[in-house]
């Protein structure tokens, strides 16, 4: 592999403001290659690709240099070298790389020691905390969200199958394959570009996780019902579940962000489906609307996002336990407030792309304690592997 001194200064520069400026790293990648407009293709995924596996990997690459962590230029070229090293790529002879040239990385590797939180690069706080909560799952779990995360596309059913959509990938010179244990999903190899594809552009795939994909068929919507999707952001799931109920019933997606619902009447447009409408929660009164009006509520609330840290590994680093337990506040408020919305004899599904415990069970647990009206039908983990991220699904229904 062929190294270039701008682009790996332009590592080091990313490094340098996401981690001292607290800014997530793919913004700060975003901003860096807008402004060098100059670098090809190539240059582009090298500073992408670097960037976000010095990220992932941030604690476990200073303990091997055996250094505290610092956003010093100086220091970072060290943590570069050694991150080389540690994959086995080459170091140029530059004079930024001879402090760090003699550096013997193999007599550190052999004293790792055996702590998930250093192996696997988690904080201290949050690998405390994953153990006290996931007991001996969590050194796996961990190992999996360590690992950089699969392209996968769901299939638009209103539009297409799943055999049209891989040969139109072929014919884009893209490899992907059908994934088992589903009719829609499918895995992309690498991370090709797909806006130019005509067929993406029509609507006839999303880009949406395997695991996520598991949630629409877990709410058991059917044809004609009434649905909320009480936090839809941009609709992944809202789309999904248009397609399982044939494009017919309704679908009220809502959201405190305006914008996200903006994106999402663009994606249904794009996707032929005319049965959902968005409604902002601008103010409390939005929810007495609906009071008894759904058969199906899903509740996707906000959440710490680390079952998906693979695919944003950044999460480690800026998420703090303050965060945590505001989120946590933030959700017990939803599943209470909005509950009203579902009739008797409907389901609510509360889900997130969370791992831990408290944001998960212990949350449908407090729920199911303050409201007997409420009987758990099932609940679901679906832990990260190599095509899914981790995801939580609780289903209960609302005795009549
Ligand atoms: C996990 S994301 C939803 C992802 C979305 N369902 C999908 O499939 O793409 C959670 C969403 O909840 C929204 N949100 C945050 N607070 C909310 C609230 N009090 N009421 C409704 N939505 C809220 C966020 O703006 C965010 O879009």
């Known amino acids: 592999m062929r190294m270039f001194p701008n682009t790996v200064a332009g590592v080091i520069e990313a490094l340098e403001t996401s981690f001292g400026m607290d800014i997530y790293a793919d913004k700060v990648v975003e901003r860096l290659l ?23 990997n941030w604690r476990l690459l200073w303990w091997l240099l ?28 530059w004079p930024k790389f001879d402090s760090i040239r003699d550096f013997n990385i193999a007599d550190r590797l052999a004293s790792l020691p055996s702590d998930v939180g250093i192996i696997e690069s988690f904080p201290e706080w949050f690998d405390e905390m994953s153990t006290a909560q996931l007991g001996d799952q969590w050194p796996a779990i961990a190992h999996e969200l360590n690992s950089p995360a699969s392209v996968i596309l769901r299939v638009n059913t209103a539009k297409s199958n ?9 014919q884009s010179n893209i490899s992907a394959k ?30 949406q996780d395997a695991g996520s994909q598991e949630i629409g068929p877990y709410v058991e919507v059917e044809p004609g019902m009434n649905v909320i999707d009480a ?46 409408e968005t409604d902002p929660i601008s103010d409390r009164r939005i ?49 209470d407030r909005y509950e009203k919305m579902l009739k008797p004899g409907g389901k609510l599904i509360y889900a997130t792309c969370s791992i831990l415990k408290s944001e998960n069970e212990d949350q449908v647990r407090e729920f199911l304690s303050h409201h007997p009206e409420y009987e758990l039908e099932d609940e679901q983990r679906v832990n990260p592997s190599e095509f899914s991220d981790g995801f939580y699904m609780a289903r209960m229904i609302k005795k009549g």
Request: proline share 3%.
């Open 287 to 335: 929810i007495d609307k609906y009071e008894n009006w759904a058969d199906r509520l899903l509740l996707d609330v906000p959440c710490s996002g680390t079952g998906v840290i693979k695919r944003d590994p950044d999460t480690k680093w800026k998420l703090k336990p303050e965060h945590l337990e505001r989120t946590i506040e933030i959700q017990r408020d939803i599943v």
């Open 178 to 207: 059908a994934l088992d244990n589903s009719e829609i999903a499918i895995a992309l190899e690498g991370r090709p570009r797909l806006n130019h594809i005509e067929a993406f552009q029509n609507g006839l795939f999303e880009v």
């Open 162 to 170: 799943r055999k049209e959509v891989l040969s139109i990938l072929e």
């Open 34 to 56: 807008r402004r060098n407009k100059k670098w090809g293709s190539r240059d582009r995924s090298f500073v992408a690709e670097h960037t976000y596996e010095i990220v992932r």
């Open 66 to 93: 055996d250094e505290e962590p610092s956003t010093k230029r100086k220091t970072l070229w060290k943590l570069v070298g050694v991150y080389f090293m540690w994959r086995g790529i080459e170091l140029p002879d």
């Open 231 to 276: 936090c839809a952001g941009a609709g992944g799931k809202t789309l999904h579940m248009a397609n399982l109920m044939n494009n017919h019933g309704s679908i009220v997606s809502m959201d405190i962000e305006d914008r996200k619902l903006g994106e999402l009447l663009k994606r249904a447009e794009r996707a032929g489906i005319d049965i959902v």
